[in-house]
């Protein structure tokens, strides 16, 4: 298993940028237009210890690691290795590291960009009932995303983290190049699980309003609050679930502190 890259990575974001606009598409209006490619504003990183050095990788694979800018040919066949034909189908070709580290990274900011994601958009389009000032989510929205997390729920994270820690170097050279230098991405990792587990569970219909051409949180609470948590409560309680059992394995693993010497 161990000439399989970012699976890990990537099961925990592989929902994150699948059909994720910030807002919910209406039914009848087509989607928006993207805004110019800009990056994204971000808060100055202060200088702080890692909290969290990634584990010692149990690989016995001494290859050495691809170029960050020549690991997509290795990333996809990996990928494919572990987790079929089938599952790649959500996953964009190119730049797949670097798209999963500003996926990852923007998931607890308030929008997530769409045009970085790894991942291609869900089929069918977001269902409601109601009209633009009551309306809530259709149950049968939940249902598009049933494929995928049925992916992410046959992981085994104790697998795969290996291979996380194994090719971390390339995750961790493109977090700084995206402007932390002194910034550690396991941690930012942590933090990103830290903020989808704190999803609240919501039992009922979650109620919608459209002041625009898209479908936002009628509580403006939900609305506020991180884009990985409102795509969790987009995809159903059961769904997210099944995500957050996944990310809690995941946790404990990147976590780990490493072996005495």
């Known amino acids: 298993m161990i000439n399989k890259p970012t699976i890990v990575v990537a099961a925990v974001v592989l929902l994150a940028g699948a059909g994720t606009a910030y ?7 087509p989607p ?6 800009a990056p994204p504003a971000r808060e100055a990183p202060a200088e702080t210890a890692i909290e969290h050095p990634v584990p010692n990788a149990q690989s016995t694979d ?24 089938d599952a790649m189908r959500y996953l964009l070709p190119e730049s797949l590291v670097r798209h999963i580290v500003v996926t990852v990274d923007n998931l607890p900011r308030e929008k997530a960009s769409a045009a970085k994601r790894p991942t291609v958009a869900l089929p069918g389009t977001f269902l409601a009932e109601g009209d633009e000032l009551h309306a809530t989510i259709d149950p049968k929205n939940y ?11 046959k992981l085994d994270m104790k697998q795969v ?10 995750f961790q050279g493109a977090y700084q190049d995206l402007g932390y230098p002194s910034g550690y991405f396991n941690d930012r990792l942590v933090q990103v699980i830290d903020s989808l587990l704190a999803t609240p569970k919501l039992d009922g219909r979650i109620e919608l309003t459209r002041p625009n051409v898209m479908y936002t949180f009628a509580d403006p609470t939900l609305e506020s609050r991180p884009a990985g948590q409102k795509l969790l409560l987009r995809m159903g309680p059961e769904n997210a679930a099944v995500i957050k ?5 995941l946790h404990d693993i990147i976590t780990a502190a490493p072996p005495a010497h």
Do not use: C
Request: aromatic share 12%; charged share 20%.
């Open 23 to 29: 807002y919910f598409y209406s039914r009848n209006a």
């Open 161 to 170: 983290a290996d291979v996380y820690l194994r090719f971390y170097p390339l």
């Open 62 to 85: 001494s290859a050495p690691l691809p170029a960050l800018g020549d690991s997509d040919p290795a990333i996809r066949d990996a990928l494919t290795a572990a987790l079929g034909k």
């Open 245 to 249: 059992a996944k990310l809690v394995e």
């Open 143 to 153: 249902k598009r995303y049933d494929a995928m997390v049925n992916v992410v729920r």
């Open 32 to 37: 928006a237009p993207l805004p110019a490619a």
